[in-house]
């Protein structure tokens, strides 16, 4: 029986992951094709649990709203996002009772505070959405609502890796070199969420486009920009902020920062993917993977530039973000779960 409970909060933390994925790339698709204003209010879309399709809705939803005509190409990205993000609040709610639940039935040692977290990340997700929508688009609210959402999907990898047991036994000198790794994984990993942050602002921002030829922008290494504008984050609204309202050299300060950050990251990637190939060979499965991530998502990157942003691509930029965090996310848990199998027989 306790077995069993076990396997099931397992499969629900999988499960919630999977939708979590799904909830980040429809966020992606929703902002990227300007279709985070399609409905003007919240938590429905003019007034439906859906959005208006038949004539005699979308008259009476303009009726209503006369400042934003229905545009159908945009309602239903907006609530078929809503709809997704709101199940996997459910789910993650489902999963908090069964961890606490199953916590108060057992003396085993369950996340019961990691699960509380999630739920406490998801509803403040939920307020961040309904924000985006009442602020207009603010840059800062559109941002900390993308890395809101990244934290969730790695917070629920996170747990699948724990209520797994998706731990590394090694022996002692690996042991000993993995424990070693440990500085560099979490600075690249921080690296990592910031370069994320950098992402989001230069979306929200609309300066994915601030610069239109590689490696160079606008034919020059080092092109004029606006550092204090670009990243102003007492910066006004406006009416709203569909389209954005910094100056281009504001909006190139923004976008030369996000590739100034890939170049970072990129660095620091490899210099760990290189320690990790000098392991054993768990270590070199993730090494290749991270590598593997990297290379797609730096070369999605230049693809957005390159062709002028076209959204398949763009979407596809933000879905390799959300994997190269989610192989570190991995990572980072091997190394500090890891276990040094000559302990463990000691121990015994």
Not at 277 to 287: F, P, S
Request: proline share 4%.
């Amino acid at each position: 029986m306790q077995q069993k409970l076990f396997v099931w909060g397992y499969r629900l933390a999988l499960a919630a992951t999977v939708l979590a994925c799904i909830v980040v790339v429809l966020g992606a698709f929703t902002r990227l094709s300007d279709a985070g204003l399609g409905c003007p209010d919240w938590p429905g879309c003019y007034g439906h649990m859906t959005w208006p399709t038949t004539d005699e809705h979308v008259a009476t939803a303009e009726a209503l709203f006369p400042e934003t005509p229905v545009e159908h190409d945009k309602t239903w990205p907006e609530m078929v996002h809503r709809h997704f993000a709101g199940t996997l609040g459910l789910l993650i709610l489902a999963l908090t009772v069964l961890t606490w639940w199953r916590a108060g039935k057992t003396s085993e040692r369950l996340p019961r505070g990691h699960t509380l977290g999630l739920l406490v990340l998801v509803i403040v997700q939920a307020a961040f959405g309904m924000w985006t929508v009442t602020l207009k688009l603010w840059p800062q609210v559109v941002t900390a609502h993308l890395l809101g959402g990244f934290a969730t999907l790695s917070l629920l990898w996170l747990l699948v890796q724990r209520l797994g047991d998706k731990n590394w036994h090694l022996a002692e000198g690996v042991y000993t070199r993995v424990r070693a790794l440990r500085p560099l994984v979490v600075v690249v990993l921080m690296l990592v969420v910031v370069q994320i942050a950098l992402g989001g602002w230069t979306s929200s921002n609309y300066a994915a486009l601030a610069c239109t030829d590689f490696p160079t922008c606008h034919g020059e290494w080092w092109p004029d920009m606006d550092v204090a504008r670009g990243f102003n984050l007492a910066q006004g609204i406006g009416p709203n902020y569909l389209g954005g309202l910094l100056e281009g050299e504001a909006r190139t300060a923004i976008h030369m920062a996000h590739r100034l950050g890939a170049l970072v990251v990129s660095v620091s990637v490899l210099l760990l993917v290189i320690r990790l190939l000098r392991i054993g060979k768990e270590a070199k499965v993730l090494g290749f993977t991270l590598l593997a991530v990297l290379l797609l998502q730096v070369s999605l990157g230049i693809t957005n530039v390159a062709a002028h942003l076209p959204l398949p691509v763009a979407v596809a930029h933000n879905a390799g973000g959300a994997l190269l965090l989610l192989v570190l996310m991995t990572l980072t848990h091997r190394v500090y779960s890891a276990q040094s199998t000559t302990a463990c027989i000691k121990t015994e």
